[in-house]
């Protein structure tokens, strides 16, 4: 089943913050990040594994409330290069599937 | 170094045609391997993955079927294609549990 995303699209100015939430209605094992641009392949951009933990990457972090099975990514100070689709995958029990959410738009203008 | 590789990178094909579309990765053994497929503007779907050779579990019935011939090959495939087969295709694979997943650079396939 596949993980719920919101927002769908958020607008941002350069050096805004934004939340975006990812949840399942499945035990989790991991959860994964990504950014893809219009017409690329997704770049990774962090893996949060059961535990409950927080991580960073320059200004986007997130984190992984395992009993709840819901994850956050936060970008902060946001940039122009910050632009794009995410997208939430998220690794069942044994972390052999992985399922993807519909995905959050990001638009950040000057 | 792991590296994937997938081609071709766009492919336009009629209607009925047949499909087949290869991604290998270097570097690496036991992969675990998926195919996922992207239509204009939305999230991924998730088609087939594989853990070991010739182990293939589907999560879309429909007309695509997978293969993995070789330890680091997996290979997408459909008799007949429709036009609702149109659409960006990524291959992935992780080492193991717990890693990341590494997407290739995709397919984009247009059935005409």
């Known amino acids: 089943q596949q993980p719920v995303q919101s927002p769908q699209a958020v607008i941002l100015r350069e050096g805004e913050d934004a939340v975006i939430n990812c949840s399942s209605s499945?035990?989790?094992?991991?959860v994964h990040w990504y950014r893809q641009k219009h017409g690329e392949a997704p770049v990774f951009l962090m893996i949060?594994?059961?535990?409950?933990e927080q991580k960073g990457h320059e200004k986007i972090s997130a984190s992984f409330n395992e009993k709840k099975q819901q994850s956050s990514l936060y970008l902060t100070a946001s940039q122009l290069s910050y632009s794009g689709t995410y997208f939430c995958?998220?690794?069942?029990?044994?972390?052999?599937?992985?399922?993807f959410g519909a995905g959050t738009t990001v638009t950040v203008r000057a | 170094s792991q590296t994937i590789h997938q081609w071709p990178a766009t492919l336009v094909q009629p209607v009925g045609s047949p499909l087949s579309l290869e991604c290998t990765v270097e570097?690496?053994?036991?992969?675990?391997l998926y195919w996922y497929r992207q239509a204009a503007g939305r999230g991924l779907q998730l088609l087939f993955y594989?853990?070991?050779?010739?182990?293939i579990s589907s999560e879309v019935p429909q007309n695509l079927s997978a293969s993995r011939p070789q330890d680091r090959q997996f290979i997408l495939s459909s008799k007949k294609l429709l036009l609702s087969d149109s659409g960006f295709y990524l291959c992935?694979?992780?080492?193991?549990?717990?890693?990341?997943?590494?997407f290739g650079s995709g397919t984009q396939l247009s059935v005409l």
């Open positions: 992935a694979w992780k080492r193991f549990r717990g890693e990341k997943l590494l």
């Open positions: 499945k035990a989790l094992y991991s």
């Open positions: 949060l594994l059961k535990g409950g």
């Open positions: 995958g998220t690794g069942d029990s044994n972390d052999y599937k992985l399922s």
């Open positions: 570097g690496t053994s036991n992969p675990n």
């Open positions: 594989s853990v070991g050779i010739g182990q």
